[in-house]
């Protein structure tokens, strides 16, 4: 058995533990504090540039409801993968004039996966891979 110090407070804890057992309560704290206002700060970041119309479609309950209810349906696994699926994606983008209309219609709707769904929207790749993927 190794032992080491507590990280915070000194006291022997035995290997791998970086706390003791009163230390490790308050740091989990202090980053459950620290997770909640970055999520904060970085949604607000992100709903700042988001447009008002979709931002309150996305909040209200009728799709809240229509999402949960979707997931359930789909089991909540990837339509593409089969993986767990973490999002309700429309089909035909809301933005546009029929996808508004269609927001709310369930043959509209596709289960994926957070990976899916990035590579849907073309989030996270660089500018290379996209003039590559555009050529093929």
């Given at each position: 058995?190794?032992?080491?110090?507590?990280?915070?407070?000194?006291?022997?804890?035995?290997?791998?533990?970086?706390?003791?057992?009163?230390c490790?309560?308050i740091?989990?704290?202090?980053?459950?504090?620290?997770?909640?206002?970055?999520?904060k700060?970085?949604?607000k970041?992100?709903?700042?540039?988001?447009?008002p119309?979709y931002?309150?479609?996305?909040?209200?309950?009728?799709w809240?409801?229509?999402s949960a209810?979707?997931?359930?349906?789909c089991?909540y696994?990837?339509?593409?993968?089969?993986?767990?699926?973490t999002q309700?994606h429309?089909k035909?983008?809301?933005k546009?004039?029929?996808?508004?209309?269609?927001r709310?219609?369930?043959d509209?709707?596709?289960?994926l996966?957070?990976?899916?769904?990035?590579e849907?929207?073309?989030?996270f790749?660089?500018?290379?891979?996209?003039m590559?993927q555009?050529?093929?």
């Open positions: 058995m190794i032992i080491k110090m507590c990280a915070k407070c000194k006291k022997t804890v035995v290997y791998p533990a970086r706390y003791c057992d009163e490790k309560k740091v989990d704290e202090h980053r459950k504090e620290r997770l909640a206002e970055y999520k700060k970085s949604n970041k992100y709903d700042s540039n988001r447009d119309k931002k309150k479609f996305y909040n209200s309950n009728e809240r409801r229509l209810s979707y997931m359930s349906k089991s696994l990837c339509e593409r993968c089969n993986r767990i699926a309700v429309h035909i983008y809301i546009s004039d029929e996808g508004w209309n269609k709310f219609d369930i509209n709707l596709e289960a996966c957070d990976k899916c769904h990035n849907e929207h073309k989030r790749t660089t500018h290379k891979s996209r590559h555009n050529r093929i």
